[in-house]
């Protein structure tokens, strides 16, 4: 988040201009396409927030929700889709925060953990599970990193991080100092994300860093021109503060963790203010690379070197700035093939009197800006956090949801266009390397206002449709659920041998009625959150798939064909096989699951 000066770089712009121009000939043939049929009608939407009925009540606390004092105040916090006890059914991890005057002890907030009780509803097991953490949480991801069959739990804070281990009896322990991640010195930890970028089968850690914070000696609102906006005294930073590194930590395979940050180069970069790590097979050459979306500072990208060494290349690869040449106030963000090309897109959310990035993947080592192009350059007056590629209707076409909140509460009694709280955003891929804006007519789970951060997306009732998880501050988290129109659907879950276990890093490709649809295994991502590991493909009206193809981490690759539509399989790498799932529902009373 930041004060709205501009840093412009005539060398980003120079060379985003010429990828530009690498791309349109890609834009002409995907609108071409297109154009010889008529486009798709956009579907009836219809999304409701059903939290309050499934029995997610826990209020995430942010601060002084009237006025923020300091940067801290203002980050929000994610939230995680994951299955715990390997039931089949995902379940729910809501990061919290705090406040700077404190708690009595015992009445700390906490993070929550919620069991999926199968039936539509939620229990929460968070005090059993062992899992009530305090002080200010940030970010969250999931990633069995000891390879025993059981999701771990990585949560960062302002202050110390935690490693949780999974002890595979609905338990877990906090391991952070006896694995090796613990510092003496607090930080301020935000996006993290498993990923085994050696490729050695277990997973490794990528942690994201914001700001080298002290409220000690931090400036008071409005004490400089960089504590102003549009006239209002605000809180201070991320400018002018001083920015941090990243850190990557290396898997010994015996259940610790080195830091390899200056070894593998991670650490090697200016000192930005970063949120949100996202992973993933950018040049489709095997390895993971690694995005990182900063705020007022450029974003950055690792490429894997295939040697246990990453190199920075966001400015090459065009993904650093936007298309003016500028940075911006990177908050969220993910990545998924929304035009059916073979390649991983970028979308990045970002500050106010901005609009949220779309980067097209040109198949060269490098992306253009299309937010223009894409539809996207609307919507300048929201602040965005948490944002997914989610294909809402199961067309078999990723679309895009972002959630969105500002930083200053100042906003909502000074006249300004912005709100503190504001609705989400929701656009619909049209099928043509374009999006249409649908968010006034997605129901009110989509147009009531939050001051919302972490998104997460999964099958929660699995029923075949996506469900979305916002965490809100200030507020009790939303669980969206969309009502309206659903095409048919596979959803898939991987599971390394060779590879590591939750198979994080491996690329799927599914084709289906002549339309192709790529998607990655992930850990983190959106903002500071974990989605579910399952990957959710539509198909529309088609009633198979032809072909189903994994690409798993160790090189392997196993290719399915004719797979029945509307069902759950379990694809165990080198198996040859796909497993049906099938998940038995606890109705309560006669009623069925919301």
Known sequence: MRKR?????????????????????????????????SLPTPPRVNFVDIAARTGLSAKTVDGNEKRKKYIIETTGSGVAFFDYDNDGWPDVFLVNGSTLAGFPKGQEPTSHLYHNNRDGTFTDVTKKAGVALTGWGQGVCAGDYDNDGWEDLFVTFWGHNVLLHNNGDGTFTDVTKKVGLWHDKARWGTGCAFVDYNRDGHLDLFVSEYVDFDPNHT???????LCQWKGISVMCGPRGLKGTRNELYHNNGDG???????????????????FTALTGDFDND????????????????????????????????????NEDGREEAGMGADAMDYDGDGWLDIIRTNFSDETSTLYHNNGDGTFTDVTSVSGLGTNTQFLGWGTLFVDVDNDGWPDLFMANGHVYPEVDSNGLSSTFRERKVLYWNQHNGKFKDISLDAGPGITAPFNSHGVAAADFDNDGALEILVNNSHDVPSLLKN????????????????????????????????????QEVRSGGSYISQRDFRLHFGLGKS???????VRWPSGVRQVFHDV????????????????????????SKGEPLP
Not at 543 to 549: Q, R
Not at 568 to 575: K, L
């Open 286 to 321: 095997g390895w993971p690379d690694i995005f990182v979306a900063c705020d007022s500072t450029p974003s950055l990208l690792f490429h894997n070197n295939h040697d246990c060494t990453f190199a920075e290349i966001a400015v090459k690869a065009g993904v650093a700035y």
């Open 5 to 37: 000066s501009i840093c412009f770089s005539v060398a980003a712009l120079a060379l985003n201009c010429l990828l530009l121009f690498g791309s349109m000939l890609a834009q002409q043939t995907r609108e071409g396409a297109a154009s010889q049929g």
């Open 483 to 518: 009502h309206g129109e659903h095409g048919n659907w596979i959803s898939l879950k991987l599971v390394g041998t060779k590879s590591n276990r939750d198979a994080i890093g491996a690329l799927v490709t599914v084709n289906s009625g002549g339309h192709q649809q790529v």
């Open 564 to 587: 029945d539509a509307d069902k759950f399989y379990q694809i165990q790498e080198g198996s040859g096989q796909m497993t049906l799932q099938r998940f038995a529902r606890k109705i």
């Open 219 to 225: 400036p008071e609102p409005g004490s400089s021109s």
């Open 256 to 274: 610790t963790f080195s830091d390899v940050s200056d070894k593998t180069g991670v650490s090697k970069t200016e000192p930005y203010y970063c």
């Open 543 to 549: 009633t198979e798939a032809e072909s189903v193809e």
